[in-house]
Structures are given as C-alpha cells and as structure tokens.
C-alpha cells in the first residue's frame, strides 16, 4: 500500500489529430503511459509524449491503443521518431506525369538505391512483402519500415523483373 495519493491531473483538450490529443494538462515526468480521462470518468487515451509546454503533451486515443494493441504485444516496432525518418532513396515523378506506377525519376546520390544498383526508370512491384502499385504505395511502404531494416524489393528494369535486398537508410536532416 503506497501512502501517495491517486494522482489526478486536470486539463483541456486543444486539438484532436487522426492518432493524437493534445492537451494542457500538467504532466510531469513519470505520467507517460499512464490513464488519460474524460471528466465522465471514461478513458480516452494513454498519456504519450509530455511536452516542454503545458499545452504540448500528447496521448494516444484509446481507440488507436486498442487497434495497435496485437502489434504491440508482439512487439512489433513500426513509425519513426522525428528526425529519424526512413528513406530509400528515390524519388518519383511529380503527379500526372509518367504512367502512375513507382517508377524512379531520381535517386537520391550515395542512398540505399544508388548503393544496391537501383536505376532511374526502373518500376518497383513489391517493396518487403507488399505489392506497390503506385509511388504514395511506395512512400508508405517505405515510411512503416524502420531504418536498417534489410528488404527484399523487385523492380521492373527494361522488361525483366529483378530482385534486390537493400538496407533502408536515415533521411539526412
């Protein structure tokens, strides 16, 4: 038994993102991954990231916890921390131009493409598993990795499809 008191912090919700609230209740370190309730006493969320100002602290709806929640007890690892965002590489064409599938425009000098043989105008197909059917496809595949992962990719090259394992890199910030 603790002779500490429940802890009880008392805020506003500033805003509702897709897979964040943001609050100004006064966090102190030590809250995160503790209970964020409505004043019906109903959880809403898990207290995530404790900013340096008030109105700065995050937690994770409770809905996006419980939809992650398989992937968190198999302790899966997926995102990326700002600053630390996973990178391949290549760039596509801007949209309405070339034919609408991942087909590299550019490779980003002295990246995981341009160092595992990737060229302008090959297409990629599958990118670790998952088809690709456009370059957002491929951002988003890319994106859910995590920097040095090792992936297998194919790609389309003058009619052959080949295949290439490449480490995914750090963006450069």
């Given amino acids: 038994m603790s002779d500490r008191a429940a802890v009880i912090r008392i805020g506003r919700v500033l805003n509702l993102l897709p897979s964040t609230l ?3 209740c006064a966090l102190i370190g030590g809250d995160s991954g503790g209970p964020l309730f ?24 409770i809905d996006v916890f ?21 990178v391949i590489g290549v760039v596509g064409y801007p949209q309405g131009q070339g034919d609408g599938r991942a087909e590299i425009a550019s490779i980003v000098e002295k990246s995981p493409a341009a160092k595992y043989g990737l060229k302008v105008g090959d297409v990629i197909l599958v990118f670790d598993g ?11 595949a ?10 297998e990719i194919q790609f389309e090259r003058e009619g052959q499809v080949l295949r290439r394992s490449l480490i995914v890199g750090l963006e450069d910030p």
């Avoid at 890319?142 to 992936?151: A, H, I, M, P």
Wanted: charged letters at 25%.
């Fill in 22 to 24: 943001v609050t100004d």
């Fill in 142 to 151: 890319v994106s859910e990795s995590l920097t040095g992962d090792l992936v």
């Fill in 38 to 61: 409505d004043l019906n006493g109903q959880l809403v969320g898990i207290h995530s990231r404790i900013g340096t100002e008030t109105a700065d602290n995050m937690h994770v709806p």
């Fill in 130 to 140: 998952r088809p690709i059917a456009t370059f957002d496809d491929l951002r988003r």
């Fill in 66 to 86: 419980r939809d992650s929640w398989d992937r968190l007890a198999a302790g899966e690892a997926w995102g990326s921390l700002p600053g630390f965002k996973p």
